[in-house]
């Protein structure tokens, strides 16, 4: 791998980390406040609103400017995020304004990945990037709960500066100011990112141009016949692991008695998991027999209903290590095959962009779909097998979606895996 490669990598760890330690503080904030338990849901859809809402706009802005600089810009909306959670501004706004920096961080960290490296690495290289920013995320939740809890955030409370006020007299607003510190250093390897050959594209500024440019990269993609069932499984994947992360909170509270600090504890079981599956396929899968690991969504949804069943945290740690590690494979060789499709397709930031675009609108809307349900009365249990269902059935119609593929499509199919072949070498 290039050195460059390996910024990236710390950029993106730095930055992820950040980003989930700070949903544990505003979870923290709004529980604190006495905020109704449908806010703290809808923490997750609303960091998803902006990936959905200007992704005809991030895809071509990646693709027109140094894709360092754009991960810099990025990481700067989130300190101003912070800032306003820690002045006044609502959790759930601040959040957002977060998931307005990763969006415009996204397609720039996927989409140099192409310009960087040749396609025979791809996979070996989205496995170690999903590895790590899975690992940051789970990481990132149980970094955020120890912040807060009793041992180590009056250590954070100490730090004073002579003649100055900071106004911070609360563990989640010290975890607050400490993430500021974690995207300073996340912004410092983002300058270091090198600039590769790719020629830069220009950026209309059109909003008209735009989105009819957008929604002919999401057609295309879609059309193809390997693009959109890699589409639809990373889709699908991202949608609900998005909004399981909160589930688990929830479902520990309820199941195993777990304050916040000790239900963090199990995600890093869950991202230990998901990291080792990713790095497993990366050198176990081939570009070619990605779509080999399709219905393994079948046994992730399986095994998040079977969560339901727990209640004692030593059967509870172990399984929730190996449904990390299910995911993890799963994801890996797919998204590895959607940028190689994308990038045959469109710009690399522009394919990204779309990819980000479906991603989170499933998460933004199993995530508003779960804040109703929970604004309903619905328990935890009984929103841990909706979704387990939910997946299950997606997933099996996804292969069958491939399946059909294969039979009506074949000359088509084979001639792009002979693509991913003749690029893989």
Request: glycine residues 10%; contains cysteine; charged residues 10%.
């Amino acid at each position: 791998m290039k050195r460059g490669f390996y910024t990236i990598m710390s950029a993106q760890f730095f930055s992820s980390l950040a980003d989930n330690a700070l949903f544990v503080a505003a979870v923290e904030m709004l529980r604190s406040a006495g905020a109704p338990a449908w806010q703290r849901t809808a923490l997750v859809p609303m960091f998803a609103l902006f990936y959905v809402v200007l992704a005809p706009f991030l895809g071509a802005f990646s693709d027109a400017v140094p894709k360092g600089r754009v991960m810099f810009y990025g990481n700067a909306l989130k300190v101003v995020a912070c800032l306003m959670m820690l002045y006044g501004g609502h959790p759930l706004i601040a959040y957002a304004f977060v998931g307005l920096g990763a969006a415009a961080y996204s397609p720039a960290k996927y989409g140099i990945l192409t310009e960087l490296l040749p396609t025979s690495q791809l996979v070996k290289a989205n496995g170690w990037i999903e590895g790590l920013t899975i690992l940051s995320i789970i990481l990132g939740v149980g970094l955020g709960g120890q912040l807060i809890g009793p041992r180590i955030s009056p250590y954070l409370l100490s730090v004073q500066m002579p003649f100055i006020d900071f106004g911070i007299h609360t563990p989640a607003q010290a975890t607050v100011a400490f993430m500021v510190l974690l995207y300073a250093i996340a912004a410092a390897f983002n300058l270091r990112i090198p600039r590769t050959e790719t020629p830069l594209e220009p950026f209309t500024g059109r909003v008209t141009e735009l989105v009819r440019d957008f929604s002919q990269c999401n057609a295309r993609l879609w059309d193809d016949k390997l693009g959109q069932i890699s589409l639809a499984t990373t889709t699908l994947f991202w949608g609900v692991s998005g909004n399981l992360r909160y589930l688990v909170l929830a479902w520990a509270g309820v199941a195993l008695g777990f304050d916040t600090p000790h239900a963090t504890l199990l995600l890093l079981l869950v991202g230990l998991g998901t990291a080792a599956g990713a790095v497993i396929a990366s050198v176990t899968v081939s570009l070619m027999g990605a779509t080999r690991v399709i219905l393994l969504g079948a046994a992730l949804g399986v095994s998040v209903i079977a969560i339901n069943g727990m209640h004692s945290v030593w059967v509870a740690g172990p399984f929730l290590v190996v449904l990390g590690a299910i995911g993890g494979f799963m994801v890996v060789p797919m998204n590895a095959l959607l940028q190689h499709r994308g990038h045959n397709l469109m710009g690399s930031g522009r394919s990204i962009a779309v990819q980000n675009f479906n991603e989170q609108a499933a998460i933004l809307g199993l995530g508003a779909f779960y804040s109703a349900l929970t604004r309903g009365g619905l328990s935890v249990f009984g929103s841990i097998a909706i979704f387990g269902i939910f997946v299950t059935c997606t997933s099996w119609l996804i292969w069958r979606w491939h399946r059909r593929n294969l039979v009506q499509h074949r000359e088509e199919v084979e001639e792009l895996l002979a693509i991913a072949r003749s690029d893989s070498h």
